[in-house]
């Protein structure tokens, strides 16, 4: 049993689970396993690991952007890192907690389903000793922040759909940026979920041939763009159902503190490809809400880890609290009232100081998993 505990039994009870993966950080005596992602290929060094800890560590050979992924069975994302740029490593740490055969992908360019390669996990995580009531705290905390935030979600995506049913566009859009802010603070916990979080927040640049545009970003362009399309309540409708089988979806998953870790990176990971940029809230620019719920939901991960982190290198607290202070500093200067400047309406400059508050953020960020791991 490991510290992997779904997330409905966490919040609801006050009992810690006290096991958790026994793997080392660094995949054993071989050390981390090799990822060479080509644009054509996906060469993984060994193809099998003991359960616990498991340690990657991804180079991109390749001329496109990529990202590597493992998965389990129903294609449930156990780990991934996106955005691995031409000739840059990433490593990333994911616990396996059971036997069975999982999945490794690369996926060039960022799209499709990526090339994939079967990956065998044997044994089974055996219990640590004391550090495992620290993970266990952790996770536990972090699930009462996803179940808060996941309720109000759920809320909050009614009153939207509401408004676009009911034809009224000037309410419509003064909810959007609100209802998707409690889904960008949980963004990790819905990428879990491949089937979900594409329909619910898939981008339009981002479609395969043939799929339909739904979800947020669909609603986005009726009301801020083309207005409301003889199908948007439908398309609203939909949305409401995908929300709701999240939320249901979320209570089960189960979390352990290393996902905790690699989702605090992976939620910077967003700010850096798609808020900075303006290309998530294409339409509104509204950007700067998703900037700050991605920050927000980044600072709880951390929160709920910050005991192990404490314990293990004080020292990268301090510098995650500074930075993190940093990155906050500036996105306060664009306030508007209760919201923030739209994206079209900063300057060069502002964009190049946030583009470099995150990534002075991202390096400390990227650290916290190997320090977990321990």
């Known amino acids: 049993m490991s510290t992997r505990t779904p997330l409905a039994a966490l919040a609801a009870s006050g009992a810690l689970v006290a096991l958790s993966a026994c793997g080392s950080s660094d995949s054993g005596a071989g050390g981390p396993i090799r990822v060479d992602a080509s644009d054509s290929s996906c060469q993984v060094s060994t193809t099998s690991a003991t359960a616990g800890n498991v340690t990657f560590e991804i180079s991109n050979k390749g001329s496109k952007v990529t990202e590597f992924y493992l998965y389990a069975e129903g294609d449930r994302i156990m780990g991934e890192v996106e955005n691995i740029a031409p000739g840059l490593n990433r490593r990333l740490i994911v616990q396996v907690p059971e036997a069975g055969r999982y999945q490794t992908a690369c996926k060039p360019g ?19 000793g004391g550090a495992d009531a620290q993970k266990a705290a952790a996770t536990k905390s972090y699930a009462t922040y996803v179940e808060n935030n996941s309720a109000a979600l759920a809320t909050e995506t009614v009153k939207f759909a509401d408004a676009v049913k009911s034809g009224n566009v000037e309410q419509a859009k003064s909810e959007y940026a609100q209802t998707r802010v409690f889904y960008e603070r949980i963004e990790p916990v819905a990428e879990k979920f491949g089937d979900l979080d594409p329909a619910i927040d898939n981008r339009e640049a981002d479609l395969e041939p043939g799929e339909q545009f739904t979800g947020f970003h669909r609603l986005e362009k009726d009301l801020w763009v083309t207005g409301l399309q003889p199908d948007s309540a439908q398309i609203a409708d939909k949305l409401v159902t995908d929300v709701n089988d999240l939320v249901a979806k979320a209570k ?3 979390l352990s503190a290393l996902d905790l870790a690699n989702g605090a990176k992976e939620l910077l990971d967003e700010v850096a490809t798609g808020k900075i940029t303006g290309e998530e809230e294409t339409f509104s620019h509204t950007d700067l809400w998703d900037f700050q719920a991605n920050l927000d939901g980044s600072k709880a991960a951390i929160a709920a880890v910050r005991p192990l982190i404490q314990q293990k290198d004080a020292a990268l607290v301090s510098t995650l609290d500074s930075e993190f202070a940093n990155v906050q500093s500036l996105l306060d200067k664009t306030r508007v009232g209760d919201g923030f400047k739209y994206y079209n309406q900063l300057s060069q400059d502002e964009i190049k100081q946030f583009a470099a508050a995150v990534d002075a953020l991202s390096e400390p960020l990227s650290k916290v998993a190997e320090v977990v791991a321990q």
Not at 113 to 119: S, V
């Open 110 to 128: 960022m799209v499709g389903n990526g090339i994939r390669g079967t990956f065998t996990v044997t044994g089974s995580a055996q219990p640590q």
């Open 252 to 254: 089960t998953l189960e």
